[in-house]
């Protein structure tokens, strides 16, 4: 048992927020500091600091536990300071400012691993804005010099009577080739989502589709955004010649 009752943590590997890139950070107290357990359970606090740039710390709080019988240790972190940043794609952020609301959470529930409530929260940003995201490729179809036929179907997508499904066949028949790699249908895809229910499905299937989800909305959302940014800059630039 003597053996369990030191903890020693020299060094940890994380993604520091100066350098941008994951890096060792170092155990503050030098010389690894152990932690003398005296009791079966309890508490312990860890400060770190990045390598590289010496700048970048990290406070955890740990709870030890000691299973006299097995002779173990467990440890689990359950506190961080500073609060780790959670990544966000900028176009979607931008995208959904009108549902950022329902965005924080469903980023939140994607961060922490929460997959049926993530799942619900798309499927509800997906709902509130998929009118919007409609609206975004026949923008990008008329750009695109689409036929008048096509312009027509994507208008009749605005009518509430018109089911989802038909809105999501004639948007991805509208959308063009680069919006589909290798004949990849992310509408559809997003569709399959929207229509299943996840009351029943398990907790590793549901963060799946979220991720899915999510990753399907940042490429139409950044592709189709990003052509709109770049055919407004040459415009302008045009003009000014």
Same mark, same amino acid.
């Given at each position: 048992?003597?053996? %369990?009752?030191?903890?020693?943590?020299?060094?940890?590997?994380?993604?520091?927020?100066?350098?941008?890139?994951?890096?060792?950070?170092?155990?503050? +107290?030098?010389?690894?500091?152990?932690?003398?357990? +005296?009791?079966?359970?309890? &508490?312990?606090?860890?400060?770190?600091?990045?390598?590289?740039?010496?700048? &970048?710390?990290?406070?955890?709080?740990?709870?030890?536990?000691?299973?006299?019988?097995?002779?173990?240790?467990?440890?689990?972190?359950?506190?961080?300071?500073?609060?780790?940043? @959670?990544?966000?794609?900028?176009?979607?952020?931008?995208?959904?400012?009108?549902?950022?609301?329902?965005?924080?959470?469903?980023?939140?529930?994607?961060?922490?691993?929460?997959?049926?409530?993530?799942?619900?929260?798309?499927?509800?940003?997906?709902?509130?804005?998929?009118?919007?995201?409609?609206? %975004?490729?026949?923008? &990008?179809?008329?750009?695109?010099?689409?036929?008048?036929?096509?312009? &027509?179907?994507?208008?009749?997508? !605005?009518? #509430?009577?018109?089911?989802?499904?038909?809105?999501?066949?004639? *948007?991805?028949?509208?959308? #063009?080739?680069? %919006?589909?790699? !290798?004949?990849?249908?992310? @509408?559809?895809?997003?569709?399959?989502?929207?229509?299943?229910?996840?009351?029943?499905?398990?907790?590793?299937?549901?963060?799946?589709? *979220?991720?899915?989800?999510?990753?399907?909305?940042?490429?139409?959302?950044?592709?189709?955004?990003?052509?709109?940014?770049?055919?407004?800059?040459?415009?302008?630039?045009?003009?000014?010649?």
């Amino acid at each position: 048992m003597d053996n %369990l009752l030191f903890v020693k943590i020299s060094e940890i590997n994380d993604e520091c927020e100066v350098c941008e890139e994951r890096r060792p950070f170092f155990n503050l +107290k030098d010389e690894g500091a152990s932690y003398a357990l +005296k009791k079966q359970s309890g &508490d312990v606090y860890y400060s770190f600091q990045c390598f590289s740039c010496r700048t &970048d710390k990290r406070v955890f709080v740990v709870r030890y536990s000691v299973d006299v019988d097995e002779r173990m240790l467990n440890l689990e972190k359950f506190g961080e300071f500073p609060r780790r940043k @959670l990544k966000r794609d900028k176009n979607l952020q931008r995208f959904f400012k009108d549902d950022l609301d329902n965005f924080e959470k469903a980023t939140v529930c994607l961060a922490t691993g929460y997959g049926v409530a993530a799942f619900a929260y798309f499927r509800r940003i997906l709902e509130n804005n998929i009118v919007q995201l409609l609206k %975004l490729v026949r923008e &990008d179809a008329v750009a695109s010099g689409a036929p008048q036929e096509t312009l &027509d179907a994507l208008d009749e997508l !605005e009518n #509430p009577g018109v089911p989802m499904s038909k809105k999501i066949e004639k *948007a991805n028949a509208a959308m #063009p080739p680069y %919006l589909k790699p !290798e004949g990849l249908n992310p @509408l559809g895809k997003l569709y399959a989502n929207l229509s299943d229910g996840v009351h029943s499905a398990p907790e590793e299937e549901c963060f799946k589709r *979220a991720n899915a989800i999510q990753f399907c909305l940042a490429f139409l959302i950044g592709e189709l955004s990003s052509r709109k940014r770049h055919r407004e800059s040459f415009k302008s630039q045009l003009a000014s010649l």
